[in-house]
């Protein structure tokens, strides 16, 4: 009797795997894992992505060493990259749309789809459409190279569609720092509409403030080491661009007085100039007498000598834009008196 019901039992598991199994394939439509297989398990070895649509426009994001390239000529920003590769590693599938709905969806996806090509070395290891999202705007749908099935795909814990990730425009994907050149900085010029004129510059660990009453005098070593760190994370807020309307008065901009003028040497002689001016007020930017401000206080226009033209916040630059007051050494009353 024991023998029997240890077959009765072995039975009543092997019928409720079989049930699972059945329950499965039914789910996902008796189709193979390639339809709604998008992840990318390694993403330490991705090299290249490519996005582009129909537009034509394209965006080739290509690692150079530790760095991250777009379009073969601008930095990318580290924190765009790093959301993409999250996506690519993390993207799973959540549901497949009703037959119905697929002519749809596809249709979609011939008109907004963005195609995504992934590479590790030369090898092309992933190929798929971007489209629209789901009508709940949780999911996304996809559609992998060689199949004609889209499915909605989503990431775990993540509420939201993910086409907004796989932009295309190059100004959105290039680095927001002002100042990307990783070589070395030799010097840091200042200078401000009244005439007032201060250089800092670095000899090693050793630091000389040039101009104003003090000129060649050692600079005071704190305030001087949180200048070149200041300049080397500034960042701006966003690029201004031909389909921005300031875009024209780009000229008309440039022919004024600069507030700022902020230039970086480096020590294999190449500067980079950034000229800072007042963008204009509004009525909804009153003083403290509830008039209107004539110019933005938290806000510049900047243009820097790449022919970058973007949108700087002065919070962002506080750190930068220092006196020469706040070079002088501390405690040197010797050196303070010139």
Known sequence: MKIRWSYVLAGGVLVTLAGLLVREVVANHGVDEGL?????????????????DK??????????????????????????????????????????????????ILSAMATYGKRVEVYQGDALVKSFIVGT???????????????????????PGFNGYLSSRFFLRE??????ELWPNPTEMSAIT????????????RNGAQFRLVGGSGSGMTADPMASQALYKAVQQ????????????VWRKKDSIAATQPVAIVTVHYADGENAEMRLFHVPGGPDILDENGQPEQWDPD??????SDGRFVLAQRYGLQHVLKSFRAFLPKGDPTQMQD
């Open 55 to 104: 537009s034509p426009d394209t965006a080739t994001l290509e690692r150079k060493g530790v760095q991250w390239m777009v379009n073969g000529q601008y930095i990318a920003r580290h924190d765009a990259i790093e959301v993409i590769l999250e996506t690519l590693y993390r993207v799973r599938l959540r549901n497949f749309p009703q037959a119905a709905a697929q002519q749809t």
């Open 36 to 52: 709604y297989d998008f992840a990318v398990s390694d993403t330490a070895a991705v090299t290249r992505i490519v996005i582009w």
């Open 190 to 201: 200042l200078v401000y509409p009244d005439s007032t004129f201060l250089e800092v510059q």
């Open 171 to 176: 100004d959105l994907w290039r680095t927001r």
């Open 234 to 245: 500034a960042q701006y807020e966003g690029m201004i661009i031909p389909s921005d309307l």
């Open 299 to 304: 806000r510049f226009y900047a243009l820097m």
């Open 133 to 155: 999202e789901t009508p709940d705007m949780l999911g996304t749908y996809m559609l992998m190279d060689g199949y004609d099935t889209p499915v909605a795909t989503y990431l």
